[in-house]
Every structure is written in C-alpha cells, then in structure tokens.
C-alpha cells in the first residue's frame, strides 16, 4: 500500500497530537493502553471491571492530555481514538479498533488507515525499533514526521537495547 495526501496528513495529525498534548506519563510505547493507577508489572492481564475503568478514562480525555491526572497510558496507535475519534474506538478489551469495523484492530487497522506496510508499522510505532530512553511521545513524533517527509525508515532495530 502506497500513502497518499491523506495518508500523510493523517500521520502528521498523529505526531503533533504526540508531540504538544502528550505527556510522558500518558504514553507507553509497550502497550496499547493501560492504567498506571491500576497496573502492575507482576499482572499478566486485566480483568474486565478494570478494562472498563480505563476505557472511562480513555473516553473522558479530550484534546490536551497535560491537563488530566488519571492513570490512563497508551502508545501512538491506543492514543488514536482520540486524535481520529470519527474513525477509531476503544473496544471492551481497551484496544482499538475501526469504528466501520470492529473486526478490525490494532496494527491491521492502523497500516489501512494510514496506508503503511506492516513493517513500516512495526517501524514506527513498536519499542523495539527505538533506543531505550527514546521512546517517549516526542520522540515518536519525530520519527514519523521524519518518515513522512522522506519515506524512509532507517533498517535499525533496538530489541536488544
């Protein structure tokens, strides 16, 4: 799939949402969502009672994230129903899918809408192709603004870092 206008806009959108309103403490690049005021690293998983906090959370929060004190944390694609909230949701599973489908989620809904490979996705928008100590929103938004404007991806990973 090959981007287009729309889908660089759509990019671009993305990284200035990361860059202005979001806040280290909101974003995790390991998760789709979670809620710091809930999680724990010995948790394997939630149960459903807190998916459901955390998608009140998630649907509470407009625009700017600096001005919210609540726990949510979510990566560049878990922020996207709110920066695309006509075309993205947050299921009962506190991931995100397509609002014309709800079969479609996570990374397949992301490269369509984007019109990104897959592995441009995994680039962009996975820990594992940023150092550690820079995979915060910022420099996430970087990134893809970099990518946009030159269509490439450097060919590093980080998994190991």
Known sequence: MEMNKVHKARLLKLADFLENSVPKKHFDLDFFTHDNDTYSEEQCCRDDDQDSILITKLKKIKGDLKQHTCG??????????????????????????????????????????????????????????????????????????????????????????
């Open 72 to 161: 949510a944390v979510a990566c560049a694609i878990g922020w996207m129903p709110a920066v695309f909230p006509r075309s993205f949701e947050w299921n009962e599973n506190a991931n995100i899918t397509l609002r014309r489908d709800v079969n479609q989620g996570g990374f397949e809904a992301v490269d369509e809408f984007f019109g990104l490979s897959y592995l441009e996705v995994l680039h962009l928008f996975t820990s594992e192709y940023y150092r550690r100590g820079r995979r915060g929103p910022k420099a996430v938004a970087h990134k893809i603004k970099k990518f946009v404007e030159t269509g490439k991806l450097p060919d590093k990973s980080y998994e190991d870092d």
